[in-house]
């Protein structure tokens, strides 16, 4: 085999080959506590879950959210050790 038939080959193998070091984990779950006083339904959230989205974390598929809201200040020591 001459240096050029090497070389066509190596780097045929390198075009054709698949991708699969770019790609994301296949099966893998991601897991996202929350705790805050806005409830699920404030706008603010829907622009975190938009970004989330945006890089590939869909709830649903690939992200479970586990939320705990509340406005009264004395409440958030309990669910965040819920949460926790």
Known sequence: MTRREFMMIVSGAAVFAPPSGFAQETGRTYRLGLLGFA??????WDIF??????????????LIVDARYDARMEQLRILATELA
């Open 39 to 44: 409830f699920r339904r404030a706008p603010v």
């Open 49 to 62: 879950f938009n970004e989330l989205r945006r890089d590939g974390f869909v709830e649903g598929q690939n």
